[in-house]
């Protein structure tokens, strides 16, 4: 039986990560767009592209990894809270892996592609990202699709724990043994994963950082709204039941 969830106050370090977050995305943006930069063959001044690009789909990763997590705590505790942070964390996944293709459409269209008019190639990291959006997307069909909120939360987790199932073999094992533009895998002439400087180093760890706490300040905003939101809800039916 499901069990309802408590309020959430915000972690003592809340603003504490929220000053550094804003602080260091500022510095990212700022450093990653005026600083000098090793130039590489072909994507030049485009590699900029991979202080922003990259880290959403990190960011990603580790969104799939909390819903999952609590997917997986919904089966065994049947944790109403459970159930919120997995779709809350699920939604910031899509978001960011959204914005994941977007940046990496821009990048090749002004890298690989100029002057052909080009946004999509089908390269297949590209097309197996888009395929993991529809995936996730297709979990929230599902629960929209139930009315009993026990059976849309098991479903939904089980669904869920399927859908990060697929994270890692669609954006890291099955593009590495086709030919892609990106690195790590055969035919990209102009960047391997050895490209990286130092002084790149420098703007795109902290950047990496930025962004997974980004995810972790919305992540928190929102599960918080959405326990508020529950309990008003139920605090409604049992109004009307009396």
Same mark, same amino acid.
């Given at each position: 039986m499901a069990t309802s969830p408590t309020l959430i106050g915000r972690p003592p370090m809340y603003r504490v990560v929220q000053v550094v977050v804003f602080i260091t995305i500022s510095a990212v943006i700022v450093t990653g767009?005026?600083?000098d930069i090793p130039r590489l063959s072909i994507i030049e001044e485009s590699?900029?592209? #991979?202080?922003?690009?990259v880290p959403m789909w990190f960011t990603l990763m580790g969104a799939t990894l909390v819903s999952a997590y609590h997917s997986a705590q919904y089966l065994r505790t049947g944790n109403v809270v459970r159930d919120i942070r997995a779709r809350e964390a699920a939604r910031l996944a899509i978001a960011f892996g959204v914005l994941g293709l977007i940046t990496g459409m821009v990048w090749a269209r002004f890298t690989w592609y100029e002057g052909t008019g080009k946004?999509?190639?089908w390269d297949p990291k590209q097309s197996m990202a888009a395929v993991l959006m529809l995936i996730y997307a297709a979990y929230f069909v599902l629960r929209d699709s139930i009315e009993s909120e026990a059976m849309r939360g098991r479903l939904a987790a089980v669904y869920n724990l399927?859908?990060?199932a697929t994270v890692p073999f #669609?954006?890291?094992i099955l593009p590495r043994q086709m030919t892609s533009l990106h690195p790590g895998a055969e035919g990209s002439p102009a960047l391997s994963?050895?490209?990286l400087a130092p002084s790149m180093r420098w703007i795109f760890y902290p950047s990496v950082l930025a962004f997974l706490g980004l995810f972790w300040i919305l992540y928190?905003?929102?599960v918080r709204l959405a326990v508020i939101a529950w309990r008003e809800?139920?605090?409604g039916l049992l109004s009307s039941i009396r």
């Open positions: 767009f005026l600083r590699a900029r592209s #991979l202080y922003f690009h946004w999509w190639n399927f859908a990060f #669609l954006l890291y994963q050895t490209d928190t905003q929102r809800r139920a605090s």
